[in-house]
């Protein structure tokens, strides 16, 4: 007998478990429209509603649109988390910590404060599957802040806020392209676009809490840039010089175009606004969007900070996923030593050797961009705990090289938080 | 002195030629389910197209004008009117007028080179205004309006409007009229029958680009008939002219809305048990009762899509959204399905009457031992006006019938029939009120019936005599329906009559009055059950109500 009732439990616990429908949205789809502020997006999410069938084998179809319009509110949480070109959870680690809580995560009661507006329109509703299921599609706004900051609750992302305490975030400048032989500073004195384009991403990043730099109200800018001229590896591109120079961690550069033409009496604009984000220390592109507005009869700026809202979203996630994966590997500087040539080669090469253990001492990943006779020019990944500024940089080099070559000293060249110019002279 | 004509009226005359009538392309609606305003020009002026046709005079041709303008000119539709004898619509009607005939295309290419442009320069003007409306909710609730406190509009908005621009050219290709008179009191009583065939052009203007082009759409077609009997025979003919436009005009007003381009369409926005409540209302004109067919869209397997009809609604509840857009008009389930919201409602265009066909008995008694009264079986029409317009509240009607059948008049002692035949009339003038009840609807009527009984015989030279007994009355009446689709219902009335007359009037085979005879004092109280077809229609051949005002000479 008690072997019948256990038996039976255990049958109809699992049928229960089996017969239990998932939180997560069966759709999956929705489709980005707009970023309309820097903590929401605006999206057209496309549910599947599903309902039990009555003894008549009709469908309830209060429940159906109920189901549909809980699935679309899903798929569209489930796009800014997971979907789309840039989600919130990136790594493969937070996947796998999303995987664990995402039906409580998904339930209705949840889901719902993240959805800050929805129409009440269907921009779509058919019947499929024989009438049995319904598909439709909604707008809503999703506050997307809300939705980061429960992840972090839940352990599954690490908080900006606590990027922040350990690190920072990335020191973000923003500077229009400039075309061969114009300097971007001066574009932005002398084009309202452009300088209309650099206040709207900057405006962006402050929502955000990233640290952001404006370069013309930096002093002494143009002496920080001579310094950095000097080096004969560095390009000639004013804008890589300049994010070098004041120690941006990542530069932003965008070009604006508009167009416009007339419909009746009216003339309408509309503004395409490319922007893409570079790692300074490397120049390497971390992210390029190109974003369009609407056409409309209105003023330039409108349509040029649609044009931005449209991109810049993007652009950030890139930016931020390449902030996490560097994080991981320590603060990042660009090292760069000039031998003087008052040593020999063979002695410069002994003093770059040295130069390369100590890196490997206080990095924990290093990599060499450039060695000649007499330069090095290395990134190194730094304990943040020991590294946090590049003066602690440049006093342990300091040491350990005023230690191996008796007659040689280290002088500082320039000296910033991402920059460490240096360079070895006989004393 | 001769009287000269306005410049409407040589605009009017002008605008006489024949045109090929040719078959107009009808467009086919998409799957947008929201209806977007229309704008539209109409002309001052009515294309003769037949020879029939030319025979109008000036006055009644500008009275078709006028009212097929009242009609047409539905709330649903932006107007952009024409300055009145505008340069360009004269140019219009000269260029046409120098041709000995054009085809439908013809004429919408000589409307682009003509007064189009301005047609397109007015539609500019107000086009921002307009096009506001069209901006989506997604566009107010993003940063465009939130922030940047833009009105949201897009080109793509502005060339919504500027393409949504229509013209409508009315055209009459038949007139006929007919002329019967007869003495009466050594006076003449004349019967006109006037008979009116046409319709309207529409064409829809394109705007791409700064330039401008035009195609004839559809083509709306109404035939029409107005009669009148008065002793004047001036009277006679400007009455029965007046009823036959009337009743054309309103054929082509709901001709006008069976397009599907100029169809209401929206979406459910809540369901509560069988109410459904959207987003229209006073702004588009919507009548209480209109019917709107719900439905959804199918994907079938093969991915194909259907729209799906799944039962009508009529309006019960009109909301003025001229004032606040949001607010909900709502409609009472009759044929009730599966409803949720997000479904899709299209107006189902019909005449703002019902017409009933009757088969019944009609009641009819004696008090007197003499003879032996007995009604027979009746065959009848009756028309239901909707008064919603002036109850607002749904189903409230006013009723004219008419209803003929037989009876027997028997001698009590011998069982002989008094006339070689019996003939009962009746009609009768009522207020209805149904109550809906899903499908089901049960009504209540009161009003007036006047019955008249009226036997033939033939006496011993031959001559024919009809005996006549009349009698006004009052009329009960309750009934119950069936619906059975969204135009045809079907049901059963009880009515009560009330009312007797020992009254009987002689008349001659002439229909002359011969004098008064004593005959058995009829009952014609006493109760009728009728088996009853309804008929929400199209279009009338003829208005009966005008119809039977006109019969009073």
Partial sequence: MKHSIATFALVFGLATILSAQSNVPRSKEALFIESSGPSEVILAATGIGTAKTNWLGKVDQEELTTSAKLDARRAAIWFVVLGGSDPILTTDGEKSKFAGIQESFFEA??????????????????????GKKLRIKRLMRVNTRLVKDDLVALGVTTAQADLTEKMGLPTIMVLPEAPKGRYPLDLLKSDKTLKKGAEVIESYLTARRY??????????????????????????????????????????????????????????????????????????????????????PTMDAAVIEEGINDAIEKVLARITAYWKDDLARGLQYKVIISVSTDFSTSEAEDIMFEVMDVFDDMAKTTKEILMTDYTLDYLIWADYERYDRSSNVYRDLKRAIEKAVPDGSLRRVALNRKLVVLSVEME | MPVQPTNKERNMRNLIFFMLLGAVALSVSGQNDTYTRKSVTFLDAIILASPDARNLSLNQISYIGKTVKERVQLPRFDFNPLPENSPLTREFISEVNSRNALSVDEIAEIMNRTFVPEIVKIMDEYAEQRASELVDEATKMSFITTKAKDMGITAENLEQVLNSGFIYLPYMNGYSRAVDSEKEDDKTKYTVTVSIGGGIFWFKIAYMDGKTSVKPVVKNESTSIGFATKYDFEDAEENAFEAAVLNYARNLENATKEYDEFKLTTQVAEVVGTQVGFRMGKREGLRIDDRFIVGEYVESSNGEMKFKRDGFVRIGQIADNRENASELSHGYGVIVGDWAPGMSLVEYPRLNLDIYILMGTLPLSTESSLYDVEGGGGLGAEIAYNLGGITQTPHWYFDLAAMIGGASITDSWTGDDIFDSVTRFLVSGSVMKRMQWRRFDAYGQLGFAHQQTWGNWDDSMGDTYTDRNANNGLLVGLGLNYTLSIDLTAGIRYSLYTGESDEWTRYNADNEEVGSISGPALRYSGSGIAFQIIYAPPSLAFDPASTLSNMIP
């Avoid at chain 1, 009661?109 to 024989?130: G, H, L």
């Avoid at chain 1, 395409?272 to 120049?283: K, L, N, Q, S, Y």
């Fill in chain 1, 211 to 296: 640290d952001v730099i404006v370069p013309e109200q930096q002093e002494g800018l143009q002496d920080l840039v001579s310094a950095s001229q000097t080096l004969k590896d560095v390009e000639d591109d004013p804008t890589y010089l300049i994010a070098l120079s004041v120690g941006a961690d990542v530069y932003i550069t965008y070009n604006v175009t508009t167009e416009s033409r007339r419909v009746g009496s009216r003339e309408v604009k509309k503004a395409a606004v490319a922007v893409r984000a570079f790692e300074t220390t490397t120049g390497r592109l971390l992210g390029t969007e190109t974003g369009y507005s609407a056409e409309r």
């Fill in chain 1, 109 to 130: 009661q949840n889901i719902n404060k993240y959805i800050a507006w929805e129409s009440d329109r269907f921009e779509e509703r058919v019947k499929i599957d024989d």
